[in-house]
């Protein structure tokens, strides 16, 4: 089945261009994800990627992927304080019917900015 | 457009008590998705429900079990807790076919087993 693994930490200064990486296992996952999670909150949907995409672009947010070795990675552009939170990389595995596949989540990139 | 909602936010339950927690899905959406998320941890999947029926299931006991109602609204049910139920509670909404098969989470439910 999926496996989703990410680095658990990672400290930026203010101002500067954070990377978050992520590898994953199911090489027929159709779309990746990145969530973001601030303390004590739910999951925010941050952007996503089709596999056939080698890269995307959302204005500060920049994912991606290489399918040859399964890697997948955020770029956050000028990051800010409120940046700060836990990102999460996310493959879908399964599915059935009119229904998506279930997630697969990574443990998590606690991303610190320092001002 | 309100988004997925959750409740309640916060329920504190003893060993061995049942719990229900509630979901509805953001407008539109018709397929409903339950996760458990642990203290330090990514969230993982108990299952999901579409048209009504559960469509898939993770690794969870039996005493997780659920609901979707005519309105894709859904109830996570939990028998017999432990005190390894102790967690955060996320539902997440989807639509069938949509567009990068996108799930919206709510805020969730912290469920505290004592």
């Known amino acids: 089945g999926e496996d989703v693994e990410q680095s658990l930490f990672l400290s930026v200064r203010e101002g500067d261009s954070s990377v978050i990486n992520c590898t994953y296992t199911?090489?027929?996952?159709?779309?990746l994800y990145w969530y973001k999670q601030e303390p004590g909150a739910g999951l925010q949907l941050l952007t996503y990627i089709f596999s056939n995409m080698d890269m995307k672009q959302d204005q500060r947010l920049t994912v991606l992927l290489n399918k040859k070795d399964k890697h997948l990675s955020l770029r956050i552009a000028d990051t800010q304080t409120g940046d700060s939170a836990i990102y999460f990389c996310a493959a879908p595995t399964g599915g059935y019917g009119g229904s998506q596949g279930n997630l697969i989540f990574g443990k998590g990139t606690k991303l610190s900015v320092k001002p | 457009d309100a988004g997925v909602t959750q409740s309640p936010t916060h329920l504190i339950k003893t060993r061995g008590q049942q719990v229900t927690l509630r979901c509805s899905p953001k407008?539109?959406?018709?397929?409903v998705s339950w996760y458990q998320q642990a203290l330090g941890q990514g969230p993982q999947f108990i299952f999901q429900?579409?048209?009504?029926?559960?469509?898939q299931r993770g690794n969870f006991p039996d005493r997780f079990s659920g609901h979707q109602f005519p309105n894709y609204s859904s109830e996570l049910n939990v028998n017999a807790l432990l005190l390894g139920d102790s967690a955060l509670y996320l539902c997440a909404s989807s639509l069938a076919g949509g567009p990068g098969n996108e799930q919206f989470f709510g805020p969730g439910t912290r469920l505290t087993v004592l």
């Open positions: 429900y579409y048209e009504e029926e559960e469509r």
């Open positions: 199911d090489s027929s996952s159709t779309y």
């Open positions: 407008s539109g959406h018709d397929t």
